[in-house]
């Protein structure tokens, strides 16, 4: 149970934690971190690095509770697939490099999770992309992914982006894309950024310059500006 001023509301169902996480914004010094919403990252089975770059959600965080006021806790969550503290989480991030591989029990966890108002961001570091693609088919096998246009408001909804998904990492040389699956109210449930790399700029490990990081976090806020307002 987590409360906010004088509103106690249940972590689920997600769509109400994340309208209460934007709207109703408290100081970090009146509650601790413990309190807080939390981001959550993906530790996926396969053996590609879903741990690669740890301080990336929490730098995201940090632009979030700055510029469009959201009220996360720095300190990321860690969770499994098949794990039913999944749904606690608003925002789930996933990485990495290489394979990736969820079990029945994963898949069908994720997808109950997803269609119950859940979000997951996948981010192609470089060797993820096909692995993803895979196990994406087998959590929903009877919806496909969708290219989003550069018109679309999740390139607009705080910040502009008029050329869409912006290029942060070279990878094959390839236009960035991104690419969607959306419920059947046309609610955006899964999103997957391919040749771009967004949340390589997210982290402090890589030698982005400040525009990039600029760029990068701008687009992460535009992506939960937008799920949070769909």
Do not use: C
């Amino acid at each position: 149970m987590v409360k906010y001023h004088m509103i106690e509301v249940r972590k689920t169902p997600i769509s109400i934690f994340l309208i209460v996480s934007i709207l109703i914004v408290i100081s970090d010094a009146a509650y601790p971190q413990s309190e807080l919403p939390q981001l959550a990252r993906l530790h996926y089975d396969g053996g590609g690095d879903w741990y690669n770059d740890p301080d990336t959600l929490p730098n995201l965080v940090e632009f979030l509770n700055r510029t469009i006021k959201t009220n996360f806790s720095s300190v990321q969550a860690v969770v499994r697939p098949s794990e039913a503290n999944l749904f606690d989480y608003p925002f789930i991030f996933m990485t990495g490099h290489g394979n990736v591989s969820f079990s029945e029990r994963e898949a069908k966890n994720l997808r109950e999770y997803l269609l119950k108002g859940g979000f997951l961001y996948a981010d192609d570091d470089y060797g993820m992309d096909p692995s993803f693609r895979r196990e994406i088919r087998r959590v929903f096998p009877d919806r496909e992914f969708v290219e989003l246009p550069v018109n679309h408001e999740i390139f607009h909804s705080f910040y502009s982006f008029p050329e869409g998904l912006p290029k942060i990492h070279e990878h094959d040389g390839k236009r960035p894309q991104a690419f969607a699956v959306f419920d059947d109210t046309g609610r955006l449930m899964v999103l997957y950024t391919y040749e771009s790399n967004i949340s390589d700029a997210w982290t402090a490990a890589h030698d982005n310059p400040p525009e990039v990081r600029e760029e990068a976090f701008r687009m992460g806020a535009n992506m939960m500006y937008y799920i949070m307002t769909q």
